[in-house]
């Protein structure tokens, strides 16, 4: 009776830890399954081109901003400088002195100016203090070129590498800084132009960027913030 009982203990001490050994290695393999099947599910160019074109989009356009009215010169509003004198040459406003009145410039749209310039979607236009209308009009807006290369950085983590390029509007070809509108004008004023103005090489190269995404909870894609 004592020999089966020393038995029955002998094999039930070497079972435990068989049965120990096993778990570990099941879990150990489910685990290592686990990041096998994520490793797998890697960020696909189609999403993205979906994540970089929104991420271009909420940077929103290049934008001229300028005033319509009785306009007098101030450390924000230069009615003398150069952008009203390339609408005008357009034939989108028009600018005359005001008589009587110091030095004012009265500044309208033209029939053109109010037909191409308020036609956009992102045309913006607010009543002043002064009495004078702040007009914000869409020049050139970002878009996608290709995805160029998506680099994962674990299951959750990506490096996606794109170019993108601009897309004028028409008056955003007039402040394109090799038009030949702005080519006309001296030194001083294609740079008052391109550094206050807006105006750029919207016709030039594609740019190359990266952005590091990371995955959500749900599964979805966004831009890892700093």
């Known amino acids: 009776m004592f020999e089966q009982e020393l038995e029955l203990e002998q094999k039930s001490s070497t079972v435990v830890p068989l049965l120990l050994i096993l778990a570990l290695a099941g879990v150990i393999i489910g685990t290592a399954g686990y990041w096998f099947v ?3 599910k890697v960020l696909t160019q189609q999403e993205a081109t979906t994540v970089v074109s929104a991420v271009l989009k909420a940077q929103g356009p290049a934008l001229l901003r300028f005033h319509t009215g009785a306009v ?17 040459k357009a034939g989108l406003v028009k600018v005359t002195t005001a008589k009587g009145k110091g ?7 033209t029939p053109k100016g109010e037909k191409e ?18 007009m914000s009009v869409p020049l050139a807006r ?27 509007t028409p008056v955003g070809d007039l402040f394109d800084a090799n038009g030949q509108s702005i ?11 391109i550094e206050k103005y ?22 979805s894609w966004q831009v890892m913030s700093d």
Not at 117 to 134: H, I, R, Y
Not at 200 to 206: L, S, T
């Open 72 to 88: 007098k010169p101030s450390i924000n509003e230069k009615p003398r400088d150069p952008h009203y004198k390339l609408l005008e």
């Open 198 to 219: 807006g105006a750029n090489f919207y016709h030039g190269d594609a740019r190359k960027v990266a952005v590091n995404l990371i995955k959500t909870d749900k599964g």
């Open 183 to 193: 080519k006309s004008f001296n030194i001083w004023e294609t740079q008052t132009l």
């Open 117 to 134: 310039l308020t036609g956009f979607p992102e045309f913006q236009k607010n009543q002043e203090k002064d009495g004078t209308v702040a």
């Open 38 to 40: 994520q490793s797998k």
């Open 142 to 168: 970002r878009k996608l070129v290709e995805i160029t290369k998506v680099t994962m950085n674990g299951p959750s983590m990506a490096r996606v590498e794109y170019a993108w390029k601009w897309d004028p």
């Open 103 to 109: 030095e004012v410039y009265n500044i309208a749209l």
